[in-house]
């Protein structure tokens, strides 16, 4: 490999913290050496990594603010000596009618294509990730079983996925042409793919939406993304973009899992998420463990909310058996929306603010183990915690690795989207940092 390999080949941009997390582990678990950054570094750092995954908070907020952020990144990613470039986001397709997920990629081709027009003239958009039961057909969004707007996901606080259908969600988002790779040219390979990318582009299609219902159909669609400048999806279309570079020469065959420092102290679990998946672990958490949860009120109305948790916290890892407590504002449906009719949107925001102000205290006082579930939250708390990079490890669930953040005194982070994590997940990423593994 020349003195060019040994420098970044991928350089992704992620739309939010545990977005982020999840495209590093899997590009860590397909041997790639990866270093996630929070937001974009100074213009003098210079990393050693295959991948870099520079994770930014810009998916619920104003479009232009989220395209400047990741034009950025996108600035910073290139000066590093990046190839190729991904944009993620969530596999849920977490947008609204107005972005930001079309708005950022029709920005980051406007910017690519200023040096490779050919390479930077399409792109794909495929959030597939089958291992979490994401899978896309017809350019339909599936969730498990079901439609997107089945899922749960309709009732989302910020962002309501209420269309299943990806083309028509992108195309309102867009004044590029949006099509599809369809189910039949993917299940057909490489060359089906790369023959149906000709002929959208002929057709004056910028971006399309890509079909996948198994790792097999992501590898093939990352296989015919080689040549592409951008590519944008969820994680699980990462899985398919290490062996182009190995197959150039570019990368190792190595997959030595990533080994990280070990770190001792306390540990604390913050929730903000109020997707299904978390409410079942709060749930599970709660019918054997210590926890409080927060209500937005009372930290509208000014009450002691933050003191109240740091005292529930302090008397549980003070006892003669000292154990780690949930933290939570996680609640259902109904309560989110009753919350917001009272106090409007602002109510996520009091939520972040008041678990970032907790994770920051807590840190003063020795707690070195961080578990948070929620993109918004995770965003919030890392940046409150002054984390500005990750080591990424093995995975504790598909799409969350556990990870060290870099530094005089590192910190054990594991940030969980909503929507990820087996029932029991919080007890096991607790286990994963302490340095247990199953």
């Known amino acids: 490999m020349d003195k060019q390999s040994r420098r970044p080949l991928l350089g992704c941009i992620a739309d939010d913290f545990t977005g982020a997390t999840d495209l590093a582990s899997m590009l860590v678990r397909a041997g790639m050496r990866t270093v ?22 810009s998916r ?7 395209i400047a952020q990741s034009r950025a990144a996108l600035d910073w990613l290139r000066a590093q000596g990046c190839r190729q470039f991904f944009f993620k986001y969530c596999s849920t397709f977490d947008s609204t009618d107005a972005g930001n997920i079309g708005p950022v990629a029709d920005a980051l081709l406007d910017a690519l294509g200023a040096d490779s027009p050919h390479g930077a003239d399409f792109t794909i958009a495929c959030p597939a990730l089958p291992e979490n039961r994401r899978t896309v057909y017809h350019g339909y969004l599936f969730v498990g079983d079901g439609l997107l707007n089945e899922s749960g996901m309709e009732t989302h606080p910020l962002t309501p996925m209420r269309d299943p259908n990806l083309v028509r969600v992108l195309q309102r988002q867009t004044k590029s042409k949006v099509g599809l790779i369809p189910y039949e040219a993917v299940a057909g390979g490489e060359q ?67 080994l990280l420092p070990e770190v001792d102290g306390p540990a604390v679990v913050l929730a903000g998420s109020a997707s299904k998946a978390t409410n079942a672990q709060v749930a599970q958490w709660l019918s054997s463990r210590p926890g409080m949860r927060i209500d937005p009120r009372a930290l509208a109305r000014g009450e002691a909310v933050v003191e109240q948790a740091l005292a529930f916290v302090d008397e549980h890892l003070a006892g003669r058996q000292p154990q780690p407590v949930l ?30 102000s907790i994770a920051q205290q807590l840190k003063a006082r020795g707690v070195r183990k961080f578990i948070v579930a929620g993109g918004e939250t995770s965003g919030a ?24 953040s870099v530094g005089e005194k590192p910190l054990v982070l594991a940030l969980k989207s909503g929507n990820f994590g087996s029932v029991d997940f919080f007890a096991k990423a607790l286990r994963y940092a302490n340095g247990e593994r199953p």
């Not at 619920?60 to 989220?66: H, L």
């Open 36 to 57: 996630q950054t929070i937001g974009v570094p100074d213009a003098c750092a210079t990393l050693e990594a295959d991948a870099i995954v520079v994770a930014l908070k």
């Open 60 to 66: 619920t907020i104003e479009a232009g603010a989220a």
């Open 192 to 258: 089906a793919v790369r023959e149906t990318i000709a002929r959208l582009r002929k057709d004056g299609a910028r971006l399309a939406i890509a079909d996948a219902l198994s790792d097999d159909d992501l590898r093939a669609l990352g296989a015919a993304c080689a040549d592409l400048r951008l590519v944008t999806g969820g994680s699980g279309v990462a899985i398919g973009l290490p062996d182009n570079f190995r197959r150039a020469g570019l990368l190792a065959t190595t997959t030595e899992p990533a």
């Open 327 to 356: 933290i939570y504002a996680t609640a259902t449906p109904d309560e989110v929306k009753a919350a917001q009719s009272e106090l409007g949107a602002a109510v996520g925001e009091l939520v972040e603010q008041a678990l970032a």
């Open 381 to 404: 708390v890392v940046q409150a915690l002054g984390v500005q990079m990750l080591q990424i490890g093995p995975a504790i669930d598909p799409g969350v690795p556990i990870t060290v």
